[in-house]
């Protein structure tokens, strides 16, 4: 168990609908990120909260939406979903500090949400 | 924006052969992470490595960190069939993190 929490674990859904995957980092983490992972591809990085402010944002949609909450939990509102939006989504958090410490701002991962659009 | 080259892409090795993986960049990180996602899981930390030069090693893994800051290694000695995954690199510059598109290595008993 890595101390981040990702629900819900699966997820099978229809195109143009709407889904929120939740996220609750370890304790003491204040970033969170959000990532995208399709069938044998890469991380794709999505969005990154840290202590409840957007720090940072990838290649996320228009149609996706996140938050970080004053609980220091997030979530990532998918809406319009296309079959293309099949993946798994990562959510990572860390200690990141701002402005930032030396030495590595080590990510640690949940297990992941897998999402499949029909 | 600074691009991970990640290679090879994929491996398949039979049980007991050394295995090697490199990450190039374009650009300089501060630091280099190695992560391993087991199938149907999260990646998960297996070496972060400081500064240039550094060697590090994790029991059969050994990573190290390029001396020109712009790439890094990780080698598994002698595989076993646990070590099928997939292998990432990560390099950090300050509020930047970059990940490698992942070597997928398959080891054959």
């Known amino acids: 168990d890595s101390g981040v929490t990702q629900t819900p674990k699966h997820l099978i859904t229809a195109t143009g609908q709407r889904v929120t995957l939740r996220c609750s980092p370890r304790?003491?983490?204040?970033?969170v990120y959000w990532y995208q992972q399709s069938l044998d591809q890469g991380l794709q990085f999505l969005i990154q909260?840290?202590?409840?402010?957007?720090?940072a944002k990838g290649n996320i949609l228009e149609r996706f939406s996140a938050q970080q909450f004053p609980d220091l939990h997030s979530e990532l509102n998918l809406s319009s979903l296309e079959l293309g939006d099949s993946a798994l989504y990562f959510c990572?958090?860390?200690?990141?500090?701002?402005?930032?410490?030396?030495?590595?701002?080590?990510?640690?991962f949940g297990a992941g949400s897998r999402l499949t659009v029909l | 924006g600074q691009q991970l080259n990640q290679s090879p892409q994929s491996m398949f090795i039979q049980e007991g052969e050394d295995v090697s993986m490199n990450c190039t960049s374009s650009?300089?990180?501060?630091?280099w992470l190695w992560y391993k996602q087991d199938p149907g899981e999260g990646p998960v930390l297996l070496i972060a490595?400081?500064?240039?030069?550094e060697l590090t090693s994790n029991g059969r893994l050994t990573a190290q960190f390029g001396i020109t800051r712009k790439d890094s290694f990780l080698n598994i000695s002698a595989s076993i069939p646990s070590d099928v995954g997939i292998y990432f690199c990560?390099?950090?510059?300050?509020?930047?993190?970059?990940f490698g598109a992942g070597t997928r290595l398959t080891v054959k008993p």
């Open positions: 304790s003491g983490d204040l970033s």
């Open positions: 650009s300089i990180f501060n630091t």
């Open positions: 990572a958090s860390s200690q990141q500090r701002v402005p930032p410490v030396t030495g590595a701002n080590v990510l640690t």
């Open positions: 909260y840290y202590n409840g402010e957007e720090r």
């Open positions: 990560a390099g950090q510059s300050f509020l930047d993190m970059r």
């Open positions: 490595l400081y500064k240039a030069g």
